[in-house]
């Protein structure tokens, strides 16, 4: 369908996030033709921080992951609005929201380099990190928040603490403790 209309294709993937083939994501700018009247996408590749151009085939249009992102201060927890006229195929700023203490001008889809590319400290680094920050998260679900005691945050809720070194979750929070521990490890 998108390689037969370049309009429907420019329409349903222009300024969205997705990813290429190889997992990196893919900032699409513009649709077009190249010499062999392949369809055709240029755009950013936020791995690279450069501008290329792919043909279609190259890239995937199953939804990018989304999770935590790690800001200079703190961390954001990212996920998508559920819309209903939102007709593009890609994640565009406006089919996402986020939790956590930032201005809506301030977010860029690079940030989300890191959920999609797995891109995380681990769980001890991010300890570290606490001094410096106000929260660090360690994985696309799992974070710490500074306080007078550590908090454990999974995707937007407080679900245990942190003593000693170590995580301990909430009573009403036991189920996550695989996960935590796969995160971790």
């Not at 209309?5 to 993937?13: C, E, I, P, V, W």
């Amino acid at each position: 369908m998108y390689e037969d209309d370049t309009d429907y294709a420019a329409r349903r993937l222009n300024e969205t996030l997705v990813r290429k083939v190889d997992g990196t994501p893919f900032q699409i700018r513009t649709t077009g033709r190249d010499e062999n009247n392949k369809l055709t996408h240029t755009g950013i590749n936020y791995n690279s921080n450069r501008i290329e151009t792919v043909r279609h085939d190259e890239i995937l249009l199953e939804p990018v992951q989304l999770g935590f992102v790690n800001t200079r201060s703190n961390m954001l927890f990212v996920c998508r609005k559920p819309m209903r006229k939102d007709w593009r195929q890609g994640l565009s700023t406006t089919s996402i929201v986020y939790y956590g203490n930032m201005g809506r001008d301030d977010f860029s889809m690079k940030l989300l380099v890191q959920p999609i590319m797995n891109q995380y400290p681990s769980y001890g680094t991010a300890l570290g990190m606490l001094d410096k920050k106000q929260s660090v998260a360690f994985s696309r679900d799992f974070g710490l928040v500074a306080g007078e005691e550590m908090a454990l945050v999974y995707r937007k809720y407080t679900v245990g603490k942190i003593m000693g070194k170590l995580p301990v979750l909430n009573k009403n929070s036991f189920f996550l403790q695989q996960h935590l521990e796969e995160a971790i490890a």
